[in-house]
C-alpha cells in the first residue's frame, strides 16, 4: 500500500469508529424498548430530536455562569432530568393504555407519537437549524500523522475518542444495571416472561416506565453527541435514527452485545463502502450486507431464536 492508501484506510476507520459510537447509542435505546415490550419504538429519532433541543436551550439559559465546562456539565443532567420525565409520562399517558392490546397497535401509536413530538419541537424551536452556543465536547488540536511519500498529512480530531469513551461507559452502565441492579434483574426477568415476571410480584407497569426513560435518556445523549458533530441542532436529526435499523436487524432485536458489534459493523460498511466505491454506495450497503446475514441469521448475529408452537 502507498502512503496515501495507508492514510486512506485510517481516515475511514477513524470516521467509522465515530460513527459507529453514535449508532451504537441509538440502537441501544431501540433495544431497551424491544427487550421491555416487544415494540419497536418509531419514536426513537424524536427523543434523539428533543433532546437535542433541550440541551441547546439549556444551554443558552446557563451561560450566566462563566464556567462553561459547569455550564454543559448543569445542561447535560437537565436533558437527563427532562428526558426521564417524557419517557415516564409517554409510558403513562400514551402507552400504559394500550397494555393487553395487540403489538400492532402500540407500533401505530409510536408512530404517532413521533408525529407529535416533530410537531410540538417545530412550535417551540421552528425548522431552522440552531448552532450550539458552547462546544458540549471541548475543541482540541487535531492528531496530525505524517507519512514520507503522502500527499499530504492526515489531521484526526480527537472528538472521536471522547464519543467513543462517552458511548462506552454509558454501556458499561448499562450492562453493570442490568446485571448487578435489583431493578435491571426485573427488566430481564420481564424481558423473558411478563407473566412469570407478575406472579413474582415484579410491577409491569413499572419496569415499563424505566425502560421508557432509560430508553429516552439514551437517545437524548446520542441526540446531543450528533449536534455536537453536526455544529448545531437541527430538524433532520430524527432521520439518523433510521440508520439504527439495520443495526438492531443486523445484531438481534433484543441483544445489547448485538447493538454494539452491529454499530460497529454497519459504520465501517458505510465508512469503507463510501470511501472505496462511491459516496451513494452508503446507504445501500448496510442493507446489502444484512440481506447475506439474515439469510444465514435469520435472527440476527445474537438475536434470541423464537419458536411458537399453534
Known amino acids: 500500500m502507498s502512503p496515501d492508501e495507508i492514510l486512506k484506510f485510517l481516515r475511514l476507520s477513524y470516521t467509522a469508529l465515530s460513527d459507529g459510537a453514535l449508532l451504537v447509542l441509538i440502537a441501544l435505546a431501540l433495544v431497551l424498548i424491544y427487550k421491555a415490550t416487544d415494540v419497536i419504538n418509531f419514536a426513537n429519532g424524536e427523543f434523539m430530536l428533543i433532546g437535542g433541543y433541550i440541551g441547546y436551550q439549556l444551554l443558552i439559559w446557563l451561560q450566566v455562569f462563566e464556567s462553561p465546562g459547569l455550564i454543559v456539565l448543569l445542561a447535560i443532567i437537565g436533558v437527563v432530568v427532562m428526558t426521564t420525565l417524557i419517557g415516564v409520562l409517554v409510558e403513562r399517558l400514551v402507552l400504559r393504555p394500550l397494555i393487553g392490546e395487540p403489538i400492532i397497535s402500540v407500533i401505530m401509536v409510536t408512530i404517532g407519537l413521533s408525529n407529535v413530538i416533530q410537531a410540538i419541537v417545530g412550535l417551540i424551536w421552528g425548522k431552522n437549524p440552531r448552532p450550539l452556543p458552547i462546544d458540549i465536547i471541548p475543541r482540541f488540536s487535531p492528531f496530525r500523522i505524517e507519512l514520507e511519500g503522502a500527499r499530504r498529512p492526515l489531521n484526526l480530531l480527537p472528538d472521536t475518542l471522547i464519543i467513543l469513551a462517552v458511548a462506552f461507559v454509558l454501556v458499561g452502565l448499562l450492562l453493570l444495571f442490568f446485571r448487578r441492579s435489583k431493578?435491571?434483574?426485573?427488566?430481564?426477568?420481564?424481558?423473558?416472561?411478563?407473566?412469570?415476571?407478575?406472579?413474582?410480584?415484579?410491577?409491569?407497569?413499572?419496569?415499563?416506565?424505566?425502560?421508557?426513560?432509560?430508553?429516552?435518556?439514551?437517545?437524548?445523549?446520542?441526540?446531543?453527541?450528533?449536534?455536537?458533530?453536526t455544529n448545531g441542532v437541527s430538524g433532520d436529526i430524527h432521520n439518523v435514527s433510521l440508520r439504527a435499523f439495520p443495526v438492531i436487524i443486523l445484531g438481534g432485536l433484543d441483544s445489547i452485545a448485538g447493538a454494539i458489534i452491529g454499530g460497529f459493523a454497519i459504520a465501517f460498511v458505510e465508512s469503507f463502502s463510501s470511501g472505496y466505491i462511491d459516496p451513494s454506495v452508503k446507504t445501500v450497503a448496510p442493507y446489502i450486507v444484512l440481506l447475506i446475514v439474515l439469510m444465514v441469521k435469520p435472527y440476527g448475529l445474537f438475536g434470541q431464536k423464537r419458536i411458537e408452537r399453534v
Open 183 to 229: 431493578h435491571g434483574i426485573a427488566m430481564r426477568a420481564t424481558a423473558d416472561d411478563q407473566q412469570a415476571a407478575m406472579s413474582m410480584g415484579i410491577s409491569i407497569r413499572f419496569i415499563f416506565a424505566l425502560t421508557w426513560s432509560l430508553a429516552a435518556i439514551t437517545a437524548a445523549v446520542a441526540g446531543l453527541m450528533i449536534a455536537h458533530v
